[in-house]
């Protein structure tokens, strides 16, 4: 489904990406872990047209995607929930719903899969009207998601979703991307929860300073001397 091969990216003169590839298949869930400033926001932003390439290919759903413009990205099923959620505070619930389902194919879907959503997310049918900005940090979080869905990905692209939430409602999020991967949704999930990213994962990649250090299957890496030692010492000790 998607395809990374030998990215390069730069801001000016500091390169950032030093060849990064990587492979999501049709289903699997798949996780990227690494330090601060390892380039992996850098790296989501490549893939959805935000940032640009140096050099590199990215083939999604078997087309060459290099390049293009943000929207046809979106459009051609590859949805990006970005660091920091971006909702608009003074925006309804259902407002952010509607303006996620603004592609063409999406729009036909409208109805459908704005009840799947309610269905995945019930507080979000209960607060369909109330303002973004007055929704707590895992609400905000909720939506940020719901309005992605609503755009009808192939391929939902999750930039660190639990970051700052409290454990269960960071846990209520990770449920819920496992129940879209189960019914069906590929993921690429950022996150620095390692144990949670790990254990959901077909597949895991760790970027460490813009390179790809390590890969394999999410539960293997957990047990992974090199990981337990870099990412999981104070788990591995108590
Ligand atoms: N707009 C920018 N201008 C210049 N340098 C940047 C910019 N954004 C990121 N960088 C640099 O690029 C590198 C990778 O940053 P990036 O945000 O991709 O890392 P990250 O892995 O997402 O980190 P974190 O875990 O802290 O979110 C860092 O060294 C960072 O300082
Ligand atoms: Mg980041």
Partial sequence: MLRVEGLYAAYGELEVLHGVSLTVEAGQFVS?????????TTLLRVLSGLHPTTRGAVVFDGEPITGFPPDLICERGFVHVPEGRLLFPGMSVREHLELGAYNRRARTHLREQMEHIFALFPILRQRHAQLAG??????????????????????????????????????????????LNHEGLTILLISQEVTQALLMAHRAYVLETGRVILDGPGPALLHNAQIVASYLGIAATS
């Avoid at 990227?32 to 992996?40: R, S």
């Fill in 32 to 40: 990227v872990i690494g330090p601060n400033g390892a380039g992996k």
């Fill in 134 to 179: 007055t929704l707590s940090g895992g609400e905000q979080q909720m939506l940020a998601i719901a309005r992605a869905l609503m755009a009808k990905p192939l391929l939902l692209a999750l930039d660190e979703p639990s970051l700052g939430l409290a454990p269960r409602m960071a846990a209520e999020i990770f449920a819920a991307l496992r129940q």
